[in-house]
């Protein structure tokens, strides 16, 4: 039996923003999926899905996961048409939109499918493997959620849209910050959202670039407050970074309560990560005391789940 495993990660600056090659920040979360791959005496593969789920959010993605599978066996090379594998998912990341489930997957399998197979790949050759998946869920992924999800820990990540290699770097902070994490439980298409935002970008071209200008000196910012453990500024363009992710349409009622709820509670900043229309927000918490407050209230607000993290080293 080969097995494997890939994290979960949050998008802290530039989810959409990062598609079009400007930089993006995310972190690795601790919660991960695991993969185990067993040999078969029939073709071609079958899984059996053990993570735990916002509801509806396994059903809704079956056949984006049917699709990313074929895509990471394809491209491992593997010949499945005599004998073929038994996938088993399981792990501690909660299977919802935002989290970088889909990339903890891909990751996941690329690595039990590694170990089974003997195929001695490096960390680069399963991104990449992740990558190949990624486009089964989601038509044009930028490639940060399987570069988080390899890799752990925090990174800056810029992809290449002419489809070379992209650039990213891990930062390293001297302290770990807080987040506490909460989800609307709203499954969200990613493939669709991005294709929205793409419309937006092309119906109106001199308003996207003049918003992805202000956004690009906003990460560089972002960046350098990040590395000072600036939380006050850093929390103040995360809501900066919240308004530009309003303008493209991707947040929506039930984000926006979840993140004023945080910020009335003593977060430093908040807004939303990953897709958007529904899945996660983030919320920065200055201490132990505000991180139970904001938690508390979350919860209150309605949250379909609440969840408190350390991001930075
Ligand atoms: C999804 O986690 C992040 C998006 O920017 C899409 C992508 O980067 O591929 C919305």
Not at 161 to 190: C, D, H, N, R, Y
Request: aromatic share 6%; proline share 3%; hydrophobic share 40%.
């Amino acid at each position: 039996m080969g097995q494997g495993s890939g994290k979960g990660k949050v998008i802290l600056f530039g989810e959409h923003f990062v598609v079009y090659g400007l930089p993006a920040v995310a972190a690795g979360i601790a919660a991960e999926t695991t993969a185990e791959v067993t040999r078969t005496d029939t073709p071609g593969w079958t899984i059996e899905d053990l993570r735990p789920e916002t509801p509806g959010y396994k059903v809704e993605k079956a056949e984006e996961q049917k699709a990313s599978t074929d895509r990471v066996i394809r491209h491992l090379g593997l010949d499945l048409a005599k004998r073929g594998v038994h996938i088993k998912l399981g792990g501690n990341l909660v299977a919802a939109s935002g989290i970088g489930a889909s990339a903890a997957n891909c990751v996941a399998l690329a690595r039990a499918l590694n170990a089974e197979f003997q195929l001695d790949l490096t960390a680069d050759q399963i991104n990449e493997a992740a990558y190949e998946g990624e486009k089964g869920y989601h038509g044009t992924p930028s490639g940060i959620d399987n570069t988080a999800s390899t890799f752990g820990g925090l990174i800056w990540y810029v992809r290449n849209p002419a489809g070379g290699v992209p650039v990213f770097e891990k930062l390293k902070l001297k302290k770990q910050v807080g987040l506490v994490i909460g989800s609307t439980g709203l499954t969200a298409s990613t493939k669709k959202v991005v294709d929205d935002v793409a419309v937006k970008k092309s119906s109106d071209p001199r308003w996207f670039d003049s918003i992805a200008e202000e956004y690009k000196d906003l990460v560089r910012e972002a960046r350098e407050s990040l590395l000072r453990i600036d939380l006050k500024k850093t929390g103040q363009l995360m809501n900066k970074n919240q308004e530009m992710l309003r303008s493209l349409t991707v947040s929506c009622p039930e984000l926006e309560t979840l993140i004023q709820e945080a910020l009335r509670n003593g977060a430093l900043g908040a807004k939303l990560t990953g897709t958007g229309r529904g899945g996660l927000m983030i919320s920065l918490v200055p201490d132990k005391r505000t991180t139970e407050q904001v938690a508390g209230a979350l919860q209150k607000a309605g949250a379909a789940a609440v969840w408190k993290t350390t991001f930075g080293q």
